[in-house]
């Protein structure tokens, strides 16, 4: 993986997407890097979070616009799906993911973002869909997922204008969860990945599923659906050990992720 650098710090895979000289555009070799990135995630039984970050100044800028630009309509529908399949990846896959966005996440970066579970921006990220800009739209996502986030006005907005914003409008239209400096961006997020690291894996996987499954759900078929998860984890040995300890008052609960 010459530009995707895979780091375990405890039960956290950190990737780095490191190809700074192109602001880390995708590529099809780049996107195939993450996703071998992601095998080694999803592979390791101690790998508990995912978080994505970038070198340089951007997380990712955009899509290779250099590999793009010659290719035909079947050419580039092609393309298109090795973006698209890799955040529907990110957006289903068991394990938590959480983007640290730490500087241009314009275009496909910006949709492989929107597929993360969580987004930490730096107060010098800048985020958007330019797309219109330069006579296309968006390919990989961010049409369907900009607006499941921040409301389908405001998506609107931002990608018939172009507009790419600061962080700090990013935060206030609910785009990214948290602003942080530069320098404290990746212990944030390690931060955050702690935080949900000390809770049943199990639970917490079962978390993502059910709340994945609401965005295509009526509010009763969500209800049934969570239902029969909650039920469900009442077979796992988590379940005793964590309602076990909180009756016990056990400061200290350590679940067994099974």
């Not at 219109?132 to 405001?154: H, K, N, W, Y």
């Not at 700090?168 to 990945?193: D, V």
Request: proline share 2%; net charge neutral.
């Amino acid at each position: 993986m010459d530009n995707v650098i895979f780091e375990k710090k405890q039960h956290t895979a950190l990737i780095t997407i490191n190809k700074p000289h192109t602001l880390n555009a995708l590529c099809e070799s780049l996107i195939s890097q993450i996703n071998t990135a992601l095998d080694t995630a999803e592979n390791d039984p101690e790998i508990y979070t995912v978080i994505i970050t970038g070198s340089g100044k951007a997380f990712i800028a955009g899509a290779d616009i250099k590999e793009m630009y010659r290719k035909n309509e079947t050419e580039i529908a092609v393309w298109a799906a090795l973006g698209s399949d890799l955040n529907m990846r990110l957006e289903n896959m068991d394990l938590p993911v959480i983007a640290a966005i730490n500087g241009y996440a314009l275009g496909g970066g910006l949709e492989l973002a929107l597929a993360c579970d969580i987004r930490i921006a730096s107060e010098n990220a800048r985020m958007g869909l330019p797309e219109t800009s330069l006579g296309v739209i968006c390919g990989a996502g961010g049409t369907q997922r900009l607006p499941r986030t921040v409301g389908e006005s405001i998506a609107k907005e931002m990608i018939f204008t172009a507009e790419i914003i600061d962080a700090q409008k990013a935060l206030n239209i609910r785009l990214i969860n948290k602003i942080t400096s530069k320098e404290n961006l990746l212990n944030e997020a390690i931060s955050l990945c702690r935080a949900i690291e000390k809770n049943g894996q199990i639970a917490v996987k079962s978390a993502k599923e059910a709340v994945n499954i609401s965005r295509n759900s009526s509010i009763q078929g969500g209800c049934l659906i969570e239902r029969k998860i909650f039920s469900k984890l009442f077979s796992t040995d988590d379940q005793k050990i964590g309602m076990g300890g909180f009756l016990a008052k056990e400061k200290n609960i350590k679940f067994k992720n099974k």
